[in-house]
């Protein structure tokens, strides 16, 4: 099977993909692969499945890392490589950004640079993964071997077209990936000031000085197990928000091509990164809906994530977050759910398998409370929150121009020239330029 073959690419060469690059098995000798003296005191990057598939592009965070032991059973893979994920997220690829490791569960690929680039071969697997992740569903546990993977069959285009299309679609992912730092960067700013507010209770006093740190009164709550400000409270979440529980529609209600007339993306805790890969009747999702401003909290599998900017219907690992009762606005919520605090509740009561027990973790969920603060940092929090929305609604669409443009370009449709790179640079550089 050629997995791009049309009329419009008959003069590109029909390859392997073992004949552009090399492909080699990521390492994890040791078992249990959770062992702790593999990692306490580790300084080497360690990168699994879950960390490929959150990447747009470029990985660019790790939530673990060895120290020498680790390193020994394991491999160090450097900057540029591609990973490509074989085992659990099926097909995966993302470019490393520093030098990591990661398990047998991965492969790695080194470009022959003759040939082709990491690039170009990320954006093929994303033009194939599909094909590949229908053909594991089945398997023991939906799996790929390496030998299946460097076997396929691809039309490939002479170096300086693969450069081209790299270009163009490598342009709109750069930009999605400034707008995710951007993004990070507002999160960050409105958690510090979070922190100082509600964790730290350095909010602005009447003269405008921190609260705390200034000498303000604090009394002692049983309910804390700590000191908070004199005045505030302590609520129990579940009393003042409301935590909507999504639906599972079955398989057979599943569809994989999108048809924005009559199906609406839905999302399960993995795809919560806005990258639906299944679409359901709106019907299915019996009121399981959100819309972009809504909250998702996943209370399954990788407990304690949250989100923001998705519309459609949600899976019933995640819970809808809204104001109940009192004074919660959006951005208040949003940020408190992010704290450290909230964060350490929840994944307390992860059980072993780390599935959460959802009703367990909303009878624990507490904060301190203060109506009047909670109002002035919505003053501040909104105008960021209102922010990260509309760079996520931007995101959505550039994501839609790009994976629109990579069949066309994958299968020869569609002839990309250099000036119309130009032409998408100079735009990109005038956006980061005045800040739009």
């Excluded at 209102?386 to 370009?409: A, G, S, T, V, W």
């Amino acid at each position: 099977m050629i997995y791009n073959e049309s009329k419009f690419n008959t003069e590109w060469d029909t390859l392997p993909l073992s004949k552009l690059g090399e492909f080699k098995r990521g390492k994890s000798k040791h078992r249990p692969r959770n062992d702790q003296k593999l990692f306490e005191g580790g300084k080497y990057p360690l990168i699994q499945t879950g960390e490929i598939k959150a990447a747009n592009l470029l990985i660019k965070k790790h939530n673990a890392a060895y120290n020498e032991e680790g390193l020994k059973q394991s491999k160090m893979w450097p900057a540029g490589t591609l990973a490509i994920t074989i085992a659990a997220n099926i097909a995966e690829t993302g470019i490393l950004s520093y030098p990591m490791c990661f398990p047998d569960s991965c492969v790695g690929f080194i470009a022959n640079k003759e040939k082709t680039s990491e690039l170009f071969m990320h954006y093929v697997f994303t033009y194939i993964k599909r094909s590949i992740q229908n053909s594991a569903v089945g398997s023991i546990q939906d799996n790929i071997n390496i030998e299946m993977l460097t076997a396929l069959n691809f039309k490939i285009p002479k170096k300086p077209i693969q450069d081209l299309i790299v270009d163009l679609l490598s342009a709109i992912d750069y930009k999605i990936e400034l707008n995710n730092d951007i993004n990070t960067e507002l999160e960050n700013l409105a958690k510090t000031i979070f922190n100082y507010w509600f964790v730290q209770f350095d909010f602005p006093n009447e003269e405008g000085k921190p609260y705390k740190t200034s000498g303000g009164e604090m009394e002692w709550n049983d309910e804390l197990k700590k000191e908070i400000p004199k005045g505030w409270k302590a609520v129990l979440l579940k009393d003042k928000l409301e935590f909507d529980r999504g639906v599972e529609p079955g398989s057979n209600k599943y569809f994989e091509t999108p048809n924005e007339e009559v199906l609406i993306p839905f999302y399960k805790v993995g795809s919560m990164d806005g990258n639906a890969d299944v679409w359901i009747e709106k019907e299915v999702a019996n009121g399981a809906i959100c819309k972009e401003d809504d909250i998702l909290l996943s209370l399954d599998g990788s407990v304690g994530r949250i989100a923001i900017g998705l519309n459609g219907a949600y899976s019933s690992g995640i819970r809808k977050v809204y104001q109940k009762e009192g004074y919660f606005p959006k951005s208040y919520i949003y940020f408190l759910l992010h704290s450290q605090e909230i964060q350490q509740t929840i994944k307390k009561n992860a059980t072993g398998s780390n599935i959460l027990h959802a009703a367990k973790a909303l009878d624990y969920m507490i904060a301190p409370y203060n109506e009047n603060i909670v109002r002035k940092y919505n003053g501040v929090s909104k105008p960021i929150f209102e922010k990260i929305l509309l760079i996520k609604r931007e995101n959505q669409e550039l994501i839609k121009l790009r994976d629109f443009l990579l069949p066309l370009l994958m299968n020869g449709q569609v002839k990309v020239k250099s000036e119309a790179i130009e032409q998408l640079s100079m735009a990109a550089e005038q956006q980061v330029k005045y800040g739009k």
